[in-house]
């Protein structure tokens, strides 16, 4: 996210928060601050307190618990916030939450239970915590999925092609565009992708129920799985701007820009004009020579190298 918005050449202050002190993107932030979680009690109180100190325009969360605590108490935080109404965070944020709004909506979602209800009718499964990140605490048939707590949930194990999709909900709640991703997973985290159209009609048609029954707003993430058959199981939404959001912003689909024209700048956002291609993500350093402790290591002012 801070290197797209760098790369805009936008005239931006940007100020980065973290539970750490000391993180990777320090030195593309003008200035950081290490904060509580996000469902911390103080951290709204210390994200208000920035706000007034930097006259803060607008927030833009990056993990689904922001997202949701953020949204839930935007009256206390004198910023425009990038956010989805605290309902539907609330919803996005637990996958069982996910199933069952779209099990009464009629909306396609992976099958889910809960272990305390699953009766072992599935050949394959995947268990996974209601409230995760990425894809870790993730078991695959498990011996006993029953003795998970109700802290997880049963999925079936839906084989085929996984994709992610991106897709922009206005301010005003219409689609602005979508954007889909092939992708292979390293370690829970996307490490190559290609710009994927074969499904995009499909894909719209359950966004736009997605959208008609809820308040989605900004870039939404939906994750799915591509059956043999050509059926589109979703599994996971996220309802925040995704991790893969650098490469999307090369391909043709720029949703940080479409946010930050809507949200700083009140513009109409660009048209979303999406190109083929492929990522392979690698790893890069930050060095910053001839120091020997972090301190004062939160600018973009410090001494360092990218190599």
Not at 208 to 221: A, C, D, K, P, V
Request: net charge negative; with cysteine.
């Amino acid at each position: 996210m801070l290197r797209n918005i760098r790369d805009l050449n936008y005239n931006i202050y940007l100020i980065g928060t973290d539970i750490a002190n000391f993180t990777a993107g320090n030195h593309l932030c003008d200035v950081t601050y290490q904060v509580p979680y996000s469902y911390d009690a103080d951290f709204i109180k210390v994200i208000a307190d920035l706000v007034g100190k930097h006259n803060v325009n607008l927030i833009l969360p990056t993990t689904d618990y922001e997202a949701y605590y953020l949204s839930l108490h935007r009256d206390k935080i004198k910023a425009e916030i990038a956010v989805s109404e605290a309902a539907t965070a609330k919803i996005y944020l637990d996958k069982y939450l996910t199933f069952k709004h779209h099990f009464a909506l009629k909306i396609p979602f992976a099958k889910t239970w809960l272990p305390s209800e699953y009766e072992n009718d599935e050949s394959e499964i995947i268990v996974k915590p209601r409230e995760g990140r990425g894809s870790r605490g993730i078991e695959i048939n498990p011996k006993n999925p029953n003795a998970f707590s109700d802290d997880y949930l049963i999925q079936p194990l839906h084989k085929g092609k996984e994709i992610t999709t991106a897709f922009y909900v206005k301010r005003n709640g219409a689609l602005h565009g979508l954007f889909t991703m092939e992708r292979e997973l390293a370690n829970g985290a996307t490490s190559k992708s290609r710009t994927c159209k074969d499904y995009d009609s499909a894909l719209e048609v359950i966004i736009l129920q997605m959208i008609s029954h809820t308040g989605l707003r900004g870039s939404i993430n939906l994750q799915s799985i591509v059956e043999e058959d050509g059926t589109i199981v979703p599994f996971e939404v996220n309802c925040r701007i995704s991790g893969t959001n650098s490469i999307r912003h090369n391909l043709g689909f720029q949703d940080i820009k479409y946010t930050l024209q809507e949200y700083l700048y009140q513009q109409e956002p660009d048209i979303v004009a999406p190109i083929e291609g492929i990522a392979v993500r690698l790893l890069y350093d930050v060095i910053y020579p001839k120091v020997s402790n972090e301190d004062g290591l939160n600018n973009n002012s410090s001494n360092f190298k990218i190599y």
